[in-house]
């Protein structure tokens, strides 16, 4: 967990106000008190994360069976989220993680069901598109595909001992950034 910047705090203050006020009008929040979720603490997660895009973390201690709002510790977002580019996309973030904050640990079809009420407009891609960014600005290497002009950003080299995905043709290692 990051400290947020004065910027960065207030981007997701902004988030948050948002979100809830949305979740609000929601129908599968009306029997919820979407409005405590406004007493958890949000933070940012290391800038050079490229998996995670948000993260509920639990205090020590907490019972897992009966989880609560008061349960959780803080929710962390990917600073890369607080850009104007991902704004609709942080947004849906958001109401992931306070899915969670609500009680609703596992990935299972009811989170699913609420996470897909959500009313913005989210590309099925916004995930994916968010992590290939991330690992595109972290890479000091593309392994590039000469058969099928893929390339995959990573932080160490190949060494020519990985295939295409697609073609199974070997990787040639191309440095991006200076070590």
């Known amino acids: ?3 947020a910047n004065g910027i960065a705090y207030a981007a997701l ?3 948050r106000d948002d ?3 949305i979740m609000k009008d929601m129908p599968a929040w009306q029997n919820e ?3 405590t979720l406004a007493e958890i603490p949000l933070g940012v997660l290391r800038r050079n ?3 995670r895009h948000g993260v509920t973390r639990w205090k ?3 019972n897992l069976n ?3 709002v008061f349960d959780v510790e803080v929710i962390d977002l990917h600073p890369s989220l607080l850009l104007d580019e991902w704004k609709a996309y942080a947004a849906f973030v958001l109401h992931h993680e306070y899915i969670h904050a609500l009680g609703w640990r596992a990935h299972d079809s009811i989170f699913r069901a609420l996470e897909s009420s959500w009313p913005g407009t989210i590309n099925v891609l916004d995930g994916p598109n968010f992590t290939d960014s991330l690992r595109l600005a972290n890479a000091k290497w593309l392994w590039i595909c000469k ?3 893929k390339s995959y950003p990573r932080q160490k080299r190949g060494n020519r001992n990985y295939k295409c995905r697609h073609c199974s043709t070997i990787l040639i290692d191309q440095r991006v950034q200076p070590e």
């Open 33 to 35: 008190d979407v409005e």
């Open 49 to 51: 994360a490229t998996q």
């Open 13 to 15: 203050l902004q988030l």
């Open 60 to 62: 020590r201690g907490a």
């Open 1 to 3: 967990m990051a400290k």
């Open 19 to 21: 979100v809830i006020h």
């Open 147 to 149: 058969t099928c002009d």
């Open 66 to 68: 009966t989880l609560t």
